[in-house]
């Protein structure tokens, strides 16, 4: 089945063989074109029937004719692969591909070869090109399986979707990038993948109690779960089920049995630091900090080396959760420097901050304590309430690329521009068609100065959201800081246009006004913006500016 699927991919990348015979610009008879295309489509169908050797020995001759057609070598090229002669593959197509590197299927069959003879990064490189000229396509496959074992999530999700959608018989295409799209929690689009698998594989089973505690339903992963204990499965799938069991338990406040789950596994931070947590749950603070302290020296170090954000967020964790058991135990001089470390790593982690000010003020520094808490203060009111949480949490579960936007924004905030547009961009890659990652990564882009960059992008934004009236907006924010005030007024009229309550299109066609004289409108248009929004200190200060001026 795997031939016959290459060499239809095959034929429909490179057309039909027989035909092209006909219109080759050559001396050759009907006759002979006729014999040579008999010859090519008894390769075919040795080809299609595994008969590799066959259809060498037929396409070989055939090759070595002066008039011979490139794509009766592209043919050998595949017949060469499939008879695992890799050698005599690369060197029949890679100088075909130098003369037309645009054919998919011929750079797919080169990537085989190379990867077979152990040149990875040319087989890469080769899959890559294919790819992109293929999305849906052998090619996208197998370099959606490398980026998989690369560990390159984001790459190998990007890659395996498209492919896993348009074939629903793929299981195994499906069920990585089903693991991929839990992994990214991406809990719509996961769902999407895994209704479409066999229900009784416990790979499947596992995915789905991932899926079902990212969707904050614990009962449901526990009964998906609980099947996968004690039965007769490998290894590491045994030991990821009693981990995520565990986690279920957490989640249901079952700290004895998430430890009993947990048992011997602690070697691993990530196990050990949930194994902390259903100690210090059960009561047993000593145990919990006892767990974690093989980890603390090392949590403690490196600060100033790179991080990717998934080893930030885990260190942030784990000292976050160690520091509030130092707390918790009255060891305070212990807390600090631990907790001072979570904070440094997540900035606007409240609880961090709450036990932080706990260990000051256990330690007598009042006015410290007080500043830290302060932080707590403004960062839980920034949160919002209860239910605020909640429907926040609901949409993140929903939108999946409005929470990364969200993450994005927060690092802006911290100033930590780079690292919001990595985010922004990873954010591209999975969602190609929405345009809201576009805006974003022109928003950073501007913020950094990068002016045409900001252009560019918002530019392609509106090419796929033309009706999209944030990006007639931001077209607008790029164009006035470049000084491009006929256009930036027209981009912000327009953006009203679509939607006429766009409070920032208002206020920055307002300050437009003003440097242009048109005071009057200006005036009206900070009057609307007030008018739906009353706390709008820029709307209310240019207001109170423009008023002072005339009087």
Do not use: C
């Not at 050797?53 to 009766?72: F, G, H, N, T």
């Not at 003879?117 to 087989?123: F, K, P």
């Not at 100033?415 to 985010?423: N, P, S, T």
């Not at 100065?449 to 796929?464: M, Q």
Request: aromatic share 4%; glycine share 6%.
């Amino acid at each position: 089945m795997k031939s016959k699927h290459l060499l239809l991919v095959f034929l429909l990348a490179g057309g039909g063989l027989a035909s092209s015979l006909h219109t080759q610009d050559i001396a050759m008879s009907e006759e002979e074109a006729d014999a040579i295309a008999s010859a090519l489509g008894t390769a075919v169908e040795a080809l299609q029937g595994n008969r590799f050797e066959e259809a060498i020995d037929l396409l070989e001759p055939l090759s070595r004719r002066p008039d011979a057609p490139p794509q009766v070598s592209a043919l050998l090229g595949a017949a060469y692969v499939e008879g695992e002669r890799p050698q005599q593959a690369l060197a029949v197509l890679e100088p075909l591909l130098e003369k037309q590197g645009e054919d998919a299927a011929m750079l797919y069959n080169a990537a085989r070869a190379a990867l077979a003879v152990g040149r990875s990064a040319d087989g890469e490189r080769y899959l890559t090109k294919a790819a992109s000229l293929a999305p849906v396509s052998p090619a996208a496959r197998l370099l959606g399986f490398i980026r998989t074992r690369q560990g390159l999530v984001v790459d190998s999700y990007r890659l395996l979707r498209p492919v896993a959608l348009a074939n629903p018989e793929d299981t195994e295409a499906r069920l990585a990038a089903a693991t991929a799209a839990v992994r990214l929690q991406r809990v719509n689009e996961a769902e999407q993948l895994l209704s479409d698998l066999p229900q009784i594989d416990s790979r499947v089973r596992l995915l789905w109690g991932r899926l079902l505690l990212l969707k904050g339903e614990p009962e449901g992963a526990r009964s998906m779960l609980e099947p996968l204990i004690g039965a007769n499965l490998p290894e590491e799938i045994l030991v990821d089920a009693h981990r995520l069991l565990a986690d279920v338990e957490l989640e249901l406040g079952n700290a004895t049995a998430a430890r009993d789950l947990l048992g011997d596994l602690t070697q691993d931070p990530m196990t050990a630091y949930k194994l902390s947590k259903a100690e210090y749950q059960s009561g047993n603070v000593e145990a919990a900090i006892a767990t974690l302290e093989p980890f603390r020296q090392p949590l403690l170090e490196g600060l100033g080396t790179d991080m990717t954000p998934t080893i930030r967020d885990a260190r942030a964790a784990m000292t976050r959760a160690l520091g509030s058991y130092l707390v918790a135990a009255g060891r305070h001089d212990e807390a600090l420097p631990v907790l001072e470390t979570s904070t440094q790593l997540a900035p606007n982690a409240k609880e961090a901050w709450q036990s932080l000010g706990q260990a000051l003020t256990g330690l007598g520094r009042r006015d410290e304590a007080e500043q830290a808490l302060a932080k707590f203060r403004t960062l839980a009111d920034a949160e919002g309430s209860v239910l605020q949480r909640q429907n926040r949490t609901s949409n993140d579960r929903e939108d999946a690329t409005g929470r990364e936007l969200r993450k994005a924004s927060q690092l802006i905030g911290e100033g930590r521009f780079e690292a919001a547009l990595g985010v922004v961009r990873t954010e591209l890659a999975l969602s190609p068609e929405d345009p809201r990652p576009r805006l974003a990564e022109s928003r950073i882009l501007l913020l950094l100065g990068r002016h045409d960059e900001a252009l560019a992008s918002v530019e392609r934004a509106l090419g796929k959201s033309p009706s999209f009236a944030d990006a007639w907006y931001q077209r607008g924010a790029v164009r006035l800081a470049t000084k491009d005030l006929d256009g930036a007024e027209g981009d912000l009229r327009h953006a009203l246009e679509l939607n006429d309550q766009h409070l920032a299109a208002m206020n920055d066609l307002a300050v437009l006004l003003i440097v242009q004289g048109n005071r009057d409108e200006a005036r009206a248009l900070l009057e609307r913006v007030l008018s739906v929004n009353p706390n709008d200190r820029g709307a209310a200060q240019n207001l109170e500016r423009l008023n002072n001026a005339q009087s």
